[in-house]
């Protein structure tokens, strides 16, 4: 008998991230011999997504009930990573249905079954936000108050904080706007810097916000970093008990983002209109700078993220080549 291969459970794996992981774990990103696996919350695991990666497990879960998790331990076993990157992350979404949201996003089911196994040989992995601050200053550390102005940001909080209490072994990562190429599966959701190239390829004017700011951070750095922290715990199993902002290097506003699509694709400024997020409603609060510092991740895990400008160019090249 060789040595037991270790299995990597990506929840919510039909997601953005969720997606650019399985992809990057396939391909042996999180280290030789790894069982991956995920779960998907529709009725059919997205197609193509399988067929690109054939040696996928898909498991239907209900993670507001923890239907489905019996057999991802029967047929799969207990992970040695769990993945989270399931949510409800519209904030508008989660201010018309607190209760949906306080139930997707606080994984009580996930975390039950997790202690059910008895032991401390997994590692959860958790996608927070960086709308878990108030957004009063720039570049908030970790140990900064965490002061949600939204349902969205307080169903984060609240998962944080049942993470905390309940699991010995957690990376809770604080993620900003993540951008990139579009998925293996294409997401419903319309993904940042390709709708900004889209609409500003019409020539119409479009208005962009130029007072709230944020650190986007390009998909490929985030999925270095939940690498990172998989291939450490597989290779050690060294308690980790960390929380981590992981962001771009630049805090930018939706204004700059769109300036910096236009400057690369060659498009006029004068398109580009300027104006303040209070000139309108969009039913929900929004924290107006939660910029983060990312120090603690550069020093802790070496990853250093690339520049805005950088992973623009690369989103806008990997797209040109699909």
């Known amino acids: 008998m060789g040595e037991e291969r270790k299995r990597v459970l990506v929840v919510g794996g039909s997601g953005y991230l969720g997606q650019h992981l399985l992809a990057a774990l396939s391909s042996g990103g999180g ?8 779960t998907h919350h529709r009725e059919t695991p997205p197609q193509p997504l399988l067929h690109a990666l054939p040696g996928l497990r898909a498991f239907r879960v209900d993670l507001r009930s923890g239907d489905g998790l019996k057999a991802v331990s029967d047929s799969f076993g207990q992970p040695h990573v769990i993945v989270n990157c399931a949510a409800i992350s519209v904030p508008r979404e989660c201010e018309t249905d607190p209760a949906a949201a306080m139930a997707t996003n606080v994984p009580s089911s996930l975390v039950s ?3 059910c196994f008895g032991n401390d040989s997994t590692l959860l992995i958790h996608l927070s936000t960086d709308q878990v601050y108030e957004g009063v200053k720039s ?3 970790e140990e900064d108050e965490t002061l949600p102005v939204n349902m969205y940001g307080k169903s984060k909080v609240a998962a944080e904080k049942f993470i905390i209490e309940q699991c010995s072994n957690y990376a809770i990562l604080r993620s900003s706007i993540i951008y990139g190429p579009q998925t293996i599966s294409p997401v419903a959701k319309s ?4 709708w900004m190239d889209s609409v500003l390829s019409q020539g119409q004017q479009v208005q962009f916000f130029n007072d709230e700011f944020r650190c986007p951070v390009y998909v490929q750095d985030m999925v270095d970093v939940v690498l990172s922290l998989t291939k450490s715990w597989l290779a050690e199993g060294k308690a980790i008990q960390v929380l981590l902002n992981v962001g771009g290097p630049d805090r930018v506003s939706r204004l700059q983002m769109a300036e910096s699509v236009a400057d690369i694709r060659g498009y006029s400024h004068s398109i580009i209109k300027s104006v303040s997020a209070s000139s309108v409603d969009r039913g929900v609060a929004s924290p107006p700078d939660i910029s983060m510092d990312i120090t603690k991740l550069t020093q802790m895990l070496g990853i250093k993220p690339i520049s805005f400008q950088d992973g623009v160019k690369a989103t806008l090249a990997a797209e040109a080549s699909t």
């Open 139 to 141: 570049f908030y550390k």
């Open 191 to 194: 993904l940042p810097i390709q």
């Open 113 to 115: 079954w997790l202690l």
């Open 31 to 38: 280290g030789g011999g790894v069982d991956v696996a995920f």
